[in-house]
């Protein structure tokens, strides 16, 4: 249901258009001046704003520029006055209200215009809602309903500004998911700095991010700005932050604070403008409780969390994800894509899957990577009640160079249109060794020389 306030000082005013909204079938909240209405808007749910322009404490148009300086998404702002000119209607139209209408006002055309008002709204929802699920379907291969409300999330969350904490096992997609969130955000296209907390020892980890001076520790030969800085006007990612050091995790609680940097061995701080977005595979609740972790600084990173739920919570993505993966793997390895049959589909969803997507892409890759024309061997798949084999759950070094190996002549072989000698340039390798590695991989030899 749609949610809409009127804000006049006319409680007779405010009844009328409350019934007319009512009638619409719409939620109606009141306020009797601009401050109180703003306060209301402010803590938001609300699709649409109707408000007189003559108010105590807060006028209309102070309203109006108000809520226009407000975070997206914004509801529309329809003006209503007796005391309006013309000139007065094109400052409202320049400073974005959606409309403008003199009293006494025609019911039906305010009518026809809150109809317009909220379909554009409910046009700019799903259109947001859209947008996340499609960015995370750039990301990630789901069809659950789990992963769906995930997206739906993204969608809200992605376009404002806020931090956001996201959590799940590894090798469930947070990073994927991050990406998400960047691909619906303002600073889509600004950078996006990806930093793995876990990565560095804690003295090096503080320079990388924070930035240093020459000469602020051994081997520091140049200053360098630091990730926050590089990211300024876009996106830090901290990935494993529940790997930060205590130094470090008071230093971040600063930036967040305070939304400024200080280089290691530098003097003077430098203002950012960074969104952070972090994620862990850790409980950081926990590890606050266990002294581990700062409590100042948890609540500061999950002003918005986002769980990805584990792969054995959300079965129902296997298939989709496997046949991803499969033709991933057999465009990369150049052999034809393997069906999953009924076996193969069963042995899949039988698996608990402790590794998550990360695991089920490995073991397809491996698959792929042994197979035979492209026919998974029901062995290589893991198998409830024991542990998959070392040499089933990824493929030997030999057997993916091998693979990748095959996949280059392939592709060279098909772009040379089966010409030995062209397809030989290309790879810069002798006819010779070509023919023999034809024949190793049981390649046609084309159109020979």
């Given at each position: 249901?749609?949610?809409?306030?009127?804000?006049?000082?006319?409680?007779?005013?405010?009844?009328?258009?409350?019934?007319?909204?009512?009638?619409?079938?719409?939620?109606?909240?009141?306020?009797?001046?601009?401050?109180?209405?703003?306060?209301?808007?402010?803590?938001?749910?609300?699709?649409?704003?109707?408000?007189?322009?003559?108010?105590?404490?807060?006028?209309?148009?102070?309203?109006?520029?108000?809520?226009?300086?407000?975070?997206?998404?914004?509801?529309?702002?329809?003006?209503?006055?007796?005391?309006?000119?013309?000139?007065?209607?094109?400052?409202?139209?320049?400073?974005?209200?959606?409309?403008?209408?003199?009293?006494?006002?025609?019911?039906d055309e305010v009518l026809a215009c809150i109809r317009r008002a909220l379909s554009n709204v409910k046009l700019s929802k799903e259109n947001s809602r859209l947008l996340g699920e499609v960015s995370l379907?750039?990301?990630?291969?789901?069809?659950?309903?789990?992963?769906?409300?995930?997206?739906?999330?993204?969608?809200?969350?992605?376009?404002?500004?806020?931090?956001?904490?996201?959590?799940?096992?590894?090798?469930?997609?947070?990073?994927?998911?991050?990406?998400?969130?960047?691909?619906?955000?303002?600073?889509?296209?600004?950078?996006?700095?990806?930093?793995?907390?876990?990565?560095?020892?804690e003295e090096l980890a503080e320079a990388e991010l924070f930035g240093h001076a020459r000469g602020a520790f051994t081997g520091a030969v140049r200053a360098r700005p630091g990730l926050f800085r590089e990211a300024d006007g876009g996106t830090l990612l901290l990935d494993e932050v529940g790997e930060l050091g205590p130094s470090i995790q008071a230093r971040l609680l600063r930036v967040l604070q305070e939304s400024e940097v200080r280089p290691v061995g530098e003097e003077r701080s430098v203002k950012i403008d960074v969104r952070l977005i972090a994620a862990t595979h850790r409980d950081l609740a926990a590890e606050v409780k266990a002294g581990r972790f700062r409590e100042d600084l948890y609540y500061r990173l999950k002003v918005v969390?986002?769980?990805?739920?584990?792969?054995?919570?959300?079965?129902?993505?296997?298939?989709?994800?496997?046949?991803?993966?499969l033709s991933r793997a057999a465009r990369s390895f150049g052999v034809p894509v393997a069906t999953l049959t009924p076996p193969l589909l069963e042995r899949l969803l039988a698996w608990d899957w402790p590794g998550n997507v990360r695991e089920l892409e490995n073991v397809i890759e491996s698959a792929v990577a042994m197979s035979a024309d492209g026919q998974i061997e029901l062995a290589l798949l893991p198998q409830k009640g024991a542990a998959p084999k070392d040499e089933?759950?990824?493929?030997?070094?030999?057997?993916?160079?091998?693979?990748?190996e095959r996949g280059l002549i392939v592709a060279a072989m098909d772009a040379a249109r089966g010409n030995v000698s062209e397809a030989a340039r290309q790879l810069k390798i002798g006819r010779a060794t070509l023919h023999d590695k034809l024949k190793k991989y049981g390649l046609a030899s084309g159109q020979g020389d």
């Open positions: 249901m749609s949610r809409a306030l009127v804000v006049d000082d006319d409680a007779g005013i405010r009844f009328t258009l409350k019934g007319v909204l009512e009638d619409e079938g719409v939620e109606v909240l009141e306020a009797a001046d601009g401050q109180q209405g703003l306060e209301r808007v402010q803590q938001g749910g609300i699709d649409l704003v109707l408000s007189d322009v003559r108010m105590p404490r807060l006028d209309g148009m102070a309203l109006l520029e108000k809520i226009q300086s407000l975070p997206e998404p914004r509801p529309p702002v329809v003006l209503l006055t007796a005391h309006g000119d013309e000139r007065l209607a094109v400052e409202a139209m320049k400073k974005g209200a959606f409309d403008y209408f003199r009293k006494p006002f025609e019911l379907l750039r990301s990630l291969v789901f069809v659950s309903p789990a992963m769906s409300r995930l997206a739906e999330l993204v969608s809200r969350v992605g376009p404002r500004d806020v931090t956001v904490l996201i959590t799940g096992e590894s090798g469930t997609g947070k990073e994927r998911v991050a990406e998400a969130l960047v691909a619906a955000s303002k600073r889509a296209q600004r950078p996006f700095i990806r930093f793995n907390c876990a990565s560095l020892t969390q986002l769980h990805v739920p584990a792969l054995r919570e959300r079965n129902e993505d296997i298939p989709a994800l496997a046949r991803h993966f089933d759950a990824s493929a030997g070094l030999k057997e993916r160079l091998e693979a990748s």
